[in-house]
Every structure is written in structure tokens, then in C-alpha cells.
């Protein structure tokens, strides 16, 4: 497994385009306002009638400070009264929605994301669990893979405990860097002891997994008081870790401008923190999943990858890839079966939709035979780094390569580069084309042309 990633600075030069970051095809970029709450509707009766397990997630926006470098969707403010109208809205979601389900569908998998979902108080997630329990399935025997974004500075040992007697048993800890100067930079102060603190209180009780976000890229940030960083998250061994590239977009992401871009590293900076990173956490046994992912070898993804089951969907790699996804809150998106489909993002928008009893869906997309070849192909090469041919001839019915004779020529160029193999049954990508991933699953993107690179991050 030390093979299974190369640096190779050439390749990641040429290679290093803006482009999408595949938790869809078609990507969210392509979603339009023709689709709408029948369509939904409709999905979920299909999704009732197959009996299909499903996977919920719940965006909770609020958070009481803001980070200059967060594009997430989110509603900064001191007044925690905020969240109560928020979750009647979002309760009557729940009912509109579970209604159109069979109650014996499974929740697998339920993911709690922000914002700061510890924003809540106790009695208030509590409340909100009770209702997802009241309406949807979800498993009593810890079987389930249920999530929490966990933001430190708003939690301790009591709420950690909550967690578990709610079901938690996973946990993704937000840190990004330990470096004071860096943290003032991004409004950000986090201290390894408070970290430190969740992560043992969460080992303590029996959670299965811990996640570590990190950011690279970020301003003040060097090569070398990242690695410390990454060495001081080393130490608190995380079952897995997130290395995210810092995408600077002032002119979309309002909070960014902020930001002084005189301190941002330079690319190569930027090229040199990664490329330490991935040799610290390849030194000290993780593996790496892709994009931007590492992981313990006796975690499950993996697990997955070794054994070929590994998926990605709207909440990153995962393994219920089979699972219907329901998306519960504002700007939350759902996909069930060919159906995408997203939520206001607006959230005056949604609470004054659901207030009258309709869904906030306000854009999705309904996938065609192209859309669910390509996510087949996309898939796999950026779950597996490997592609036979004959798996997606026989699924839908189709000569590989003379269905996309065209591409043959770029992914030759790819080849002759050195990121993959090509032959006549299989693409395999090879391990210094792995952190460039990305950038193959773009050949067989048919719609990136239509769209700026601009509005995607760079691959590095």
C-alpha cells in the first residue's frame, strides 16, 4: 500500500485543473428549477414501492461565530432562539416527507451537518431525534451509521454523551490548523486541548469512528507549521482524516473576503504541505482513499475500497452508496434513485414554504440513460481507481469504447503522461495519477465544457 499514491510534481503541474468534486453526476452545477416536489414525491413512492434502505441527512445552519474560509451554507448569530422556529419547519419536513415512505425502510445511515449542529441545545436535539424517530426507522442496535459534525468549542463531555444516548456512534471533528496565527487569520480559535477533549470523551463512549477535517491552503499557513499541525493530529489518531485544498472564492463566498490574500501561500507552497502530509500519514499507516481522504486500514471505507464496494455520493465516500438519500433542512439535496434534488437555500424561503405545508424543493434534476452511464464510469474510477469495461457494457447494454471512441485520444494522452493504464478491457489508474483523479473523471464529463471552471476548486 505505500505504492498506492506517488508524487510525481510534473504530472500534478499539467494536471492540475479546476473541476468538479464528483459527490454527483451530473454534478449540482447542472440542477434546474423544471423539477420540482411531484418529481419528489413521485421518487419517493418509487423508493416505497423497491423498499429501499435510505440514508438522512439533516442540515442544521446556525453557527454562533463565523470562519472567513467556510462556503458552507449557514446563518451566523448569538441568538440561539433562532433554532426553535428552524425545527418546527424542519419537523413538518419530516412528517411531509416520511409519509410517502414505507415505515420498515431502514435508516442505514443518518448524518447530522452545518453550520454547527451542536449549536442545538440538548433538549432541542433531543426533540429533533425523538421526531426523526417518531417517523422514519432508525435502528436501536448501533448498527447504523449515524454522524454528527462536532465543532469543539460547542460541545463537551455532556453533549458527547447526549450524542451517544441519541444514537451517534460516529463523529467528524471541524479543526482545519492548530497554528494561533493561522487561526486569527480565519476567526478560528481552537486549541489542541479542546480537541483533545472531545476526541477522549468520544473514545470513552464508545463512538466508532472519529473524522478529523484539516484545511491546506489556508492564510499564514507554511509548510512546516502544517506539518506540525498534521503531527499533533497524528497523535490523536483519528479513524479517518479529510485534507481539504482551501478554495479562495471571495467574489462567491461573502465571508472569504476577509481573507488577505497577501497571506496565502503560494502554490508552491501549497504543493509542498500536501505532499508532507501525505508522506506523514502514509508513515504513520493510513491509506489513502482519494480525494482528499485518508484512513486507517481496519476502517471501513477502507475495507470497502480493498474489497471494491466502496461508493461516493452527497456525503463524501461511503458505504451506503445503495441507500436512498433524503435530504432534511434548508439547501439540503436528496437522491433518490435518478432523482436529484435540492432544497431552497434561502432559509426565510424555506421556513415560509413549509409553514404552509409544501416542500421547499426549488431545483433538482432528473437523470437520462447518459447521465447514469457516466455516473457508473465516474464512480468507479474515483472510488476504485479502476474501470473494467466489460462491467458497464454489461449494465447498460453498450460497447465501451465505441460509446466514447471520441475520449479515446485524451485518455491515450493520459496514458502516454504516465496517470493510467489504458488496454482493451480496463482503465487502471496508476498511483501517481491517484491524487489527479479528478481530473480522468473530467474527460467523461459531458456537460463541463457548458460551465466556467471557476466555479469548481483545482484538483490540488
Keep these: ?34 423539477v420540482g416536489t411531484f418529481d419528489l414525491f413521485h421518487a419517493l413512492r418509487d423508493s416505497r414501492k423497491a423498499q429501499r434502505p ?13 470562519c472567513y474560509y467556510c462556503a458552507c451554507n449557514k446563518v451566523i448569530t448569538k441568538d440561539r432562539g433562532r433554532a ?34 451542536t449549536f442545538l441545545s440538548h433538549d432541542e436535539l433531543r426533540q429533533l431525534m425523538a421526531h426523526l424517530r417518531k417517523h422514519f426507522n432508525l435502528l436501536d442496535d448501533d448498527s447504523g451509521d449515524y454522524g454528527i459534525e462536532i465543532d469543539p468549542r460547542e460541545a463537551d463531555w455532556s453533549t458527547m454523551g447526549l450524542l451517544r444516548e441519541l444514537g451517534f456512534n460516529r463523529v467528524s471533528i471541524g479543526l482545519q490548523d492548530l497554528d494561533p496565527a493561522v487561526q486569527r487569520a480565519v476567526n478560528r480559535l481552537q486549541s489542541l486541548e479542546e480537541t483533545r477533549a472531545v476526541i477522549d470523551a468520544a473514545r ?69 504541505m500536501l505532499q508532507r502530509t501525505i508522506e506523514q500519514l502514509i508513515s504513520a499507516g493510513y491509506r489513502y482513499i482519494g480525494m482528499d481522504h485518508f484512513a486507517l486500514p481496519d476502517d471501513e471505507l477502507a475495507i470497502a475500497q480493498e474489497e471494491s464496494t466502496l461508493q461516493r455520493n452527497f456525503q463524501g465516500y461511503t458505504t451506503h452508496g445503495h441507500c436512498d438519500l433524503i435530504g432534511l433542512g434548508v439547501s439540503a439535496i436528496s437522491q433518490i434513485g435518478d432523482l436529484y434534488c435540492q432544497n431552497s437555500s434561502d432559509l426565510n424561503h424555506y421556513q415560509n414554504t413549509l409553514a404552509s405545508m409544501q416542500l421547499a424543493t426549488s431545483r433538482g434534476l432528473l437523470c437520462n440513460a447518459d447521465d447514469r452511464l457516466r455516473r457508473a464510469v465516474i464512480q468507479q474510477l474515483i472510488c476504485n481507481f479502476s474501470l473494467e469495461f466489460s462491467d458497464i457494457e454489461q449494465a447498460f447494454n453498450i460497447d465501451f469504447q465505441g460509446y466514447f471512441g471520441e475520449l479515446w485520444p485524451q485518455l491515450q494522452g ?34 463541463l465544457e457548458q460551465h466556467s471552471r471557476q466555479r469548481f476548486s483545482r484538483v490540488i
Design 204 to 272: 470513552t463512549l464508545q463512538f466508532r469512528s472519529i473524522n478529523i477535517d484539516l484545511i491546506y491552503g489556508l492564510p499564514r499557513q507554511t509548510p512546516d507549521n502544517f506539518a506540525r499541525t498534521v503531527e499533533e493530529v497524528i497523535n490523536l489518531q483519528p479513524d479517518r482524516l479529510s485534507v481539504f485544498n482551501y478554495a479562495h472564492l471571495p467574489e462567491r463566498f461573502m465571508p472569504q473576503r476577509r481573507i488577505n490574500s497577501n497571506e496565502l501561500p503560494t502554490p508552491a507552497q501549497k504543493l509542498e
Design 1 to 34: 500500500m505505500l505504492d498506492a499514491i506517488r508524487w510525481d510534481t510534473d504530472l500534478i503541474r499539467r494536471y492540475d485543473l479546476a473541476g468538479p468534486r464528483y459527490t454527483s453526476y451530473p454534478t449540482a452545477v447542472q440542477f434546474n428549477s423544471q
Design 54 to 66: 435510505l440514508s438522512l441527512y439533516v442540515h442544521v445552519p446556525f453557527c454562533a461565530n463565523i
Design 414 to 447: 493520459m496514458a502516454k503522461d504516465g496517470l493510467l493504464e489504458l488496454d482493451r478491457d480496463r482503465i487502471t489508474i496508476l498511483p501517481a495519477g491517484r491524487l489527479l483523479v479528478r481530473s480522468v473523471c473530467m474527460v467523461f464529463d459531458a456537460y
Design 84 to 117: 426553535q422556529p428552524y425545527l418546527q419547519r424542519l419537523e413538518q419536513e419530516i412528517q411531509l416527507i416520511a409519509c410517502h415512505l414505507d415505515p420498515t425502510q431502514k435508516v442505514e445511515q443518518l448524518h447530522f451537518g452545518g453550520g454547527t449542529p
